[in-house]
């Protein structure tokens, strides 16, 4: 039975559980309607289940469908490795989708990026930023190969190593009376307005995990999803906001924010996630071996 499922099918197939409909998965596949219906098609009587729920005109992989997943990637990953077998110059070759969490998204992976295409010659990346669930979430659907997040994951589908750290630090405007001393107890936040990232943040869970539990009574202000946004909420003394340094930085050299001293351990790490039954190409292999030499040097 499953002799006779052709790569075309195979391709039609993640791609559509990628785009959720037949008409995007036929404009990316540069492909007809009809003509992506019937590779689905095809393939479902082939395997004899059906590899979508039909929901609302959207395409959504069922439990059938995430069986067959981890088999799709993996030999169209095999696929796309032939023509590096057969390259003289062994260049890396494929597409390589990377998810960023904000900070690493913005502060870290332009440079990481740049430095990767340098050594390896690979132009191919996209890269995704958002929050860490989400990011999470499209590792698990197969929409990206490999994510870089700030704080541990225990999805039970992805597999987690430390490639770097970085460290988080409190930040109020420059008019407030606390900036104004050089040193602070976390007393001294009692009754504090705060400014935080959206659920699924790495720098929100940051904030409730290491900083919220030792302030008895705290407000949150405003819920923001961008760092930039934060950072202006906090310059006009809306409130106290916990960010990366890294994404605090050129906000402190031009004296918009202040980052208060205070007596916590703020230190986090950063994680290379994939899926366990992710398919490692030598592309992804090679970028996930460069992430970690690079924090090394």
Partial sequence: MAAHISLKQLRVFTTITQLKTITAAAEKLFLSKAAV???LSELEKQLGHDMFDRVNNR??????????????????????????????????????HIGASDTIGNQVAPYLL????EQYQHNAQSLFISNSALICKKLVDYELDIGLIEGKTQHPQLMSRQFSQDEMCII????????QQDKIAVSELENSEWILREAGS????????TVAPRIEQWHEAFELNTTEAIINSVSA????????RLAAHAAVADRRVHIL??????????????HKEKYQSPLLKHFIHFCHQWDSE
């Fill in 202 to 209: 790495g720098s929100r869970e940051f904030f409730l995990r």
């Fill in 59 to 96: 395409l959504i992989l069922n439990q059938e469908g995430q069986k067959l997943l981890p088999f799709a990637d993996e030999l169209l990953g095999r696929m796309d490795e032939l023509d590096q077998v057969f390259n003289d110059e062994q260049t890396l070759s494929g597409q390589l």
């Fill in 114 to 117: 740049s430095e990767f295409r």
């Fill in 237 to 244: 003394n809306l409130g106290f906001a916990c960010l990366s």
């Fill in 261 to 274: 001293n205070i007596p916590l351990d703020m230190k986090r790490r950063f994680w290379i996630l994939v």
């Fill in 37 to 39: 219906s019937m590779a």
């Fill in 172 to 179: 109020c405007s420059p008019i407030h009376p606390l900036a």
